[in-house]
């Protein structure tokens, strides 16, 4: 663990298991009505009839949010804004660990009853939508509309010293005229006056099905670019979290954080790069059927869920 001063090991298993956690919670929501802890085998049965969602961002996502949570644990005043909000699975699973969401919806308990309410309502009539809403607690967009997401960053800022804001950022969202010119606020929003925000992009190299613009530059050529703009790049290789915890210790001023994973990591190998949903057969396809069971398997939940969620909640 070398390398790490506030983080120890400790913390960084608990980041570890709570990753795997949401992971799992993200693919419960996108595919299950029924048999939310595999108590049994899957069948075609436990299967929603329509599988509506977007599983590539949800593993990147999980890992910025336990890894800031953690980092920032002791601050009141850190906020965590997510722009492609099209990972709504990941958002609400972390949400609903840490109790946001029960404080708006009380059968989201977090137990057994609240992860069978929270999976089987995802994409499900009169039950919670495929991307982040209004509905869902700090939401204020609707999460097909990317680029909005490091304004808002700074407008939680502005006026508000006290306050620290992460935003990630789609490498794809980069792409849009909002958000390339809100990179440009860094120098509008200065002084003593004002917070701080942290913009971290995710560059996991697709938007949709297409190769990203900045996933295709060459890394001088990127961190050049976020430079113009008055921040220091801040690689982030991989979903390590020693490695995501060293790049906060180290306290570069003004940062500009890149966290490169590969799009649908920790999914089925064949549909890594999925953008939506991978397995799109499995409702009545039993080999697909097999490969999400070993999927879901592959996150031991149930090892998480025996010694008990608290173990896993920055609340």
Known sequence: MSGLGNSSIESV????????????????????????????SLSFDDIKPRLLGHWGTCHGINVAYANLKAFYSD???????????????????????????????????IDESGIAYLCKNFSWPNGFPSHASPFTPGVITEGGELGYALANAYGVALG??????????????????????????????????????????HLNGYKISAPSIYARKS???LNELIRGFGYTPVLID????????????????????????????TGPNR???????????????KKELDTLE??????????????????????
Request: with cysteine; glycine share 6%; proline share 4%.
């Open 160 to 201: 508000h010293p006290e306050k620290t804001i992460a935003v990630l950022i789609g490498d794809g969202e980069l792409e849009t005229a909002t958000a390339l010119a809100s990179l440009n606020l860094k120098n509008l929003l200065t002084g003593s006056k004002n917070g701080q925000v942290i913009p971290i992009l």
């Open 75 to 109: 601050d009141e005043n850190f906020s965590f804004v997510l722009g492609p909000g099209h990972g709504f699975p990941a958002l609400q699973a972390n949400l609903f660990l840490d109790g946001e969401l029960l404080k708006v919806d009380e059968k989201a308990t």
């Open 294 to 315: 070993e999927w879901l398997k592959s996150y031991r939940f149930d090892k998480i869920l025996k010694e008990g969620l608290e173990e896993v909640r920055y609340a």
């Open 271 to 285: 549909h890594q790069m999925a953008h939506q949903i991978p397995l799109k057969a499995v409702k009545t396809d």
């Open 13 to 40: 298993e608990k980041i570890k298991k709570r990753i795997r956690a949401c992971d799992y919670l993200s693919v419960a929501q996108l595919f299950l009505k029924d048999n939310f802890l595999l108590k049994k």
């Open 219 to 221: 890394e001088r050529e």
């Open 238 to 265: 991989g979903d390590e979290p020693e490695t995501f915890q060293i790049a906060l210790e180290n306290g570069t001023k003004n940062p500009f954080y890149i966290l490169k994973t590969e799009k649908g990591a």
